[in-house]
């Protein structure tokens, strides 16, 4: 029946939401009598890249005014007449659809600001311009949104969705696209209230224009009569500032210009270097590739691939004889211990390839993608293995020069921010910028000029790395080689007798496995691959264990992903839900599985936390597990030419550790790729690992999944009473309003211990004993809980965690911070409206408050305010020392402590160990936000709170802070920890 019924609904609901958004229209032409016709109309087009901005523009204005060729780098405006009316078109330039706006760069998202300013007073009408022949999934609601939201909330008001490459839908009406377009095409046309137009570029004009312009006269018909408008002070700040970065960036231009000739105007002069060696750094993905094929004029580096292994090219290039090295890229954002070893060394031995060492070192640099302080910090680590000496030899080298436009690369530098000036000003504002898409000798010719003349800036020296340090590196990899070689033929030899012993290798048609790893490790997109489609998300957590079925090289394969650990934690540490879904994951493949399936990333580090991590969470299963597992290595594609086995004899004793106990059992996959002959290969290693146990499955003692089963559907049912309970509550106490609360957050992916707990009770309970009576319980990570209710969580969560609800009344709230979702924040308020009225309208009070008005009135106060308290916990070594991560400085540095603006120097600037003094200053900083309302510092930019930190400023807040309150709170911010007021002191103050 339910075929039948969704097609049913899928006919009736176009049907219903074309109903619904023409009864818009019709009620803005009734409404005032007629429409009134805009002859001055005012369009702004927004979009992400390549979506038909250009295009529509052009259709809108019935010529070609713009530019369909190249990226719209700033803001352009065009006019025109049609269909009676005199129109301003404004196109600004696009986003990358796949990026959240943390990735747009910040001269882009200035642009976009700006353009509202260009058909002043303002646009009638935002156009959001779509494709229809593309899917919209989250990801792009996600950055339509964020986009469109840097011109305002109420941008939503004044925006119409445009839906170009009309074309495309033949038959099929918008309304059957945006049904069948998914949740996320949905909301964007919920928020623009069923506004909505298609177009085809492709047709010149006419009625299709008409009716949009139709459409914009009686929006603003509904609106009053009002155009979009941007905030004044948004727009002005924007100015100053890009006024202000166009003045610096030729500030910078003339620098460079001057630096130039004084090199040149020298006594040496600058050397014709007609033998040139170049290493080329960077990212994955910042166009090492394809700068080299610009470089040498011709197609010699591979860039349908990444670069595994240093790689070195040579041709004649202006005159010169060219030697190109590529070293291998980092993930850009991952330090440099979160980068494989084998990668390090290849980054150090490239330098080898140019014997005796590179002229040049050229950063690559993309800028069509924001520049971060954790890309900054990436770049620094990367670079400076290699040594200190590094910077004088490097030049950035920007790619996707088109991006660029008009703007120059000074302009753009200027813009990034801090962090990419910091990387120039190292470089000694050393830079070129290259269009990989052009055949154009003049860039390349210019590149090398810049290149002699840092030579001669050098006094002719070219970069080198110790010699004997380069041998030692060369030895160890050629003997890891040797090793590989060895792994390599004994894994053949160990299948090669399996398969011509007396027994065999049977096939296996009902093959059953169990994917086992950490979060992240591609668990989900290995189940896929596997089955040869996509069953499994890719896109969430899985927090339950899954079990989905197919058909696959002639098997009918069972596949269960059981939910991931984090990789740097140890089994106690992980929820007991999480552990007892390990478990029970056995229990969805009856009898048992073939095979233990566990996932390790090529493209990370394995360290020793990461092996004592899996080994702990394996062994939930029973140590014998090990003589049914397999390593299944993902990310294939970072390997490149470099062997699974070079892989692991360079990953070191952790990894080969792993690789042993397996005995020597493992498969790479590559999940980018849907190629059958990977999965056959893996469904034999199987089959073989069978017939080396003469058959036997693996085998976990039926009474202990029962009781973990039992333990389960027990919690279940509580957590359903638990729920019940609570919206009892909540219907009981919906009578008044007046919130004002105080949010004890805690993570769920995080177990509660009682050392926890206690750490909790004493610190919320320096606020006074009825703090418990104004708090709720806020768990954040709530992704992490995917499809398992809040309460099953608390059920499973131990008594530490259950002692914590109980004193905060039941209260509870779950928050996923990852999503932009109006729905749990309105809840959440309406749990804090309840809890006020439970408590009869009186708001929290300090104790010192509570002692002066113990008898007075309750004060009136604003009854929409929500105090939010956040300390850092910074104190969490005790809970930690549990697991014995405390002795390392583990999660103590200053990082992993809680929020920056309110933690303590010592860990901020000198990365100490915490303490409990480290508590005070955090929890000093709470107080000063909660009495001032306002946050401790006053910062441009998250950068500025170092430097604050180094001159020991007072906090700013402290300024609004009432006398009486300043003798409580200055005591707890003292930059000497020693000096601070103890939680004693403060107790009895």
Request: net charge neutral.
């Amino acid at each position: 029946m339910d075929g039948p019924l969704n097609k049913m609904r899928e006919e009736v609901q176009p049907k219903k939401r074309k109903m619904e958004g023409t009864k818009p229209r019709e009620t803005s032409r009734l409404s005032a009598g007629r429409v009134a016709h805009i002859s001055d109309m005012r369009i702004l087009l927004l979009g992400y890249r390549n979506a038909g901005r250009s295009s529509s523009g052009n259709t809108i204005l019935g010529k070609k005014d713009f530019d369909t060729s190249g990226r719209t780098a700033e803001c352009v405006k065009r006019e025109g007449e049609t269909a009676g009316r005199h129109i301003t078109v404004v196109e600004a330039p696009g986003w990358c659809e796949d990026y959240t706006i943390d990735y747009t760069t910040e001269r882009d998202k200035q642009e976009i600001v700006l353009s509202a300013t260009l058909c002043q007073p303002g646009p009638h009408a935002i156009l959001l311009v779509i494709r229809v022949d593309t899917p919209f999934n989250e990801t792009h609601r996600k950055s339509v949104q964020e986009h469109l939201e840097l011109l305002g909330d109420r941008i939503w008001n004044h925006t119409i969705v445009l839906f170009s490459s009309g074309d495309w839908l033949g038959d099929t009406n918008t309304e059957q696209h945006i049904e069948s377009g998914g949740e996320a095409l949905q909301w964007i046309t919920e928020k623009c209230e069923k506004r909505h137009h298609v177009l085809d570029n492709r047709k010149s004009g006419g009625d299709q224009v008409t009716e949009l312009l139709e459409k914009i006269e009686e929006m603003v018909a509904e609106k009053r009569g009002h155009h979009c408008i941007v905030d004044a002070c948004k727009i002005k700040k924007r100015f100053e500032k890009k006024k202000e970065e166009e003045r610096r960036a030729e500030e910078r231009k003339m620098k460079v210009k001057k630096q130039s000739e004084t090199v040149r105007s020298s006594a040496g002069g600058v050397a014709h270097i007609s033998d040139m060696r170049i290493v080329l750094l960077g990212y994955r993905d910042a166009g090492k590739s394809s700068s080299g094929n610009t470089i040498l004029g011709k197609e010699e580096f591979d860039t349908s691939g990444r670069t595994a292994e240093s790689v070195k090219r040579e041709g004649e290039t202006a005159d010169r004889h060219i030697t190109v090295v590529e070293a291998p890229g980092w993930w850009q954002n991952y330090t440099l211990v979160n980068t494989p070893e084998r990668d390090k060394r290849e980054v150090v031995l490239s330098v080898s390839l140019c014997h005796p060492g590179p002229h040049a070192l050229v950063l690559i640099i993309r800028v069509d993608v924001s520049f971060t302080e954790s890309f900054r910090k990436a770049v620094q680590e990367h670079l400076e293995h290699l040594g200190e000496r590094v910077w004088s030899h490097t030049i950035v080298m920007f790619t996707r020069g088109d991006h660029l436009g008009n703007t120059s690369i000074e302009q753009h530098i200027e813009s990034e921010g801090e962090a990419l000036q910091w990387v120039v000003d190292k470089c000694a504002n050393r830079y070129h910028v290259i269009d990989n898409k052009k055949s154009d000798g003049g860039q390349v010719t210019e590149l090398l000029e810049k290149i002699e003349e840092m030579v001669a800036g050098n006094i002719g020296d070219h970069f080198y790395i110790d010699e004997n340090e380069l041998n030692k590196l060369l030895e160890k990899k050629n003997e890891e080689e040797i090793r590989a070689m060895e792994k390599k033929m004994k894994a053949q030899k160990q299948r090669e007798m399996l398969r011509s012993s007396s027994g065999g290798v049977a096939p296996i048609s009902d093959t059953r496995m169990i994917l086992l790893g950490n979060r992240n490790a591609g668990k989900s997109s290995s189940g896929n691959t596997i089955l040869g489609r996509k069953e499994f998300y890719t896109s969430e957590r899985t927090a339950e264990c899954l079990k989905r079925e197919g058909e696959t090289a002639g098997r009918w394969i069972t596949v269960v992903e059981a939910p991931g650990w984090w990789k740097n934690y140890p089994a106690a540490i992980s929820p007991e839900h999480d552990k007892r879904e390990i478990v029970l994951s056995v229990s969805l493949c009856p009898p048992t599985p073939h095979a233990i399936l566990l996932v390790i990333r090529v493209d990370t580090p394995f360290n020793e936390t990461h092996r004592r991590s899996v080994q702990e969470h394996m062994e939930l299963l029973g140590t014998r597990v090990w003589n049914h597992t397999i390593l299944l290595f993902t990310c294939g594609d970072w390997l490149g030419d470099t062997s699974i086995e070079q892989h692991i004899e360079s990953g070191g004793e952790a990894l080969q550790w792993v690789t042993k106990i397996c005995n020597n059992r493992y498969h790479v996959l590559d999940n980018k790729k849907r190629d059958g002959g990977q999965v056959t290969e893996l469904l034999e290693k199987i089959e073989e690992m069978m017939a080396g146990r003469n058959g036997h499955l693996y085998h976990i003692a039926p009474v202990h999944t029962k009781k973990q089963l039992e333990k389960k559907n027990e919690e279940n049912r509580r957590a359903e009473e638990r729920k019940m309970e609570l919206q009892k509550q909540r219907e009981t106490l919906r009578s008044s309003t007046g919130p004002h609360a105080l949010l004890l957050v805690i993570r769920v992916d995080v177990p509660v211990t009682d050392t926890c707990r206690r750490a909790v009770q004493e610190h919320l309970e320096l606020l006074g004993d009825s703090v418990w009576s104004h708090t709720i319980l806020l768990f954040t990570f709530g992704d992490w809980l995917g499809s398992t209710s809040i309460e099953t969580y608390i059920e499973s969560g131990g008594e530490g965690l259950q002692w914590v609800v109980q004193k905060c009344g039941n209260r509870y709230h779950v928050v996923d911070n990852m999503k932009s979702d109006g729905g749990q924040v309105t809840e959440l308020l309406e749990k804090i409206e309840d809890m006020v009225a439970g408590n009869s309208g009186s708001l929290y009070e300090t104790p010192r408050k509570q002692a002066k008005s113990k008898n007075a009135p309750p004060k009136k106060r604003n009854n929409k305010t929500a105090y939010l308290t956040d300390w850092g916990l910074a104190n969490m070594r005790d809970s930690l020392a549990e697991f014995g991560l405390a002795a390392s400085g583990s999660m103590c540095g200053p990082r992993s402590a809680g929020t920056e603006l309110y933690m303590p120097p010592e860990l901020l600037l000198e990365n100490q160990r915490c303490s409990s003094m480290s508590d005070m200053w955090s929890l000093g900083l709470t107080y000063l936000h909660m009495f001032t309302g306002s946050v401790p510092w006053t910062l441009k930019k998250q950068l500025a709170l170092t430097g604050v930190l180094l001159r020991q400023e007072r906090p700013h807040a402290l300024a609004k802070l009432q006398p009486h309150l300043t003798e409580i709170v200055e005591p707890l911010v003292q930059y000497e920890p020693q000096s601070r007021m103890t939680a004693t002191d403060l107790v009895t103050f």
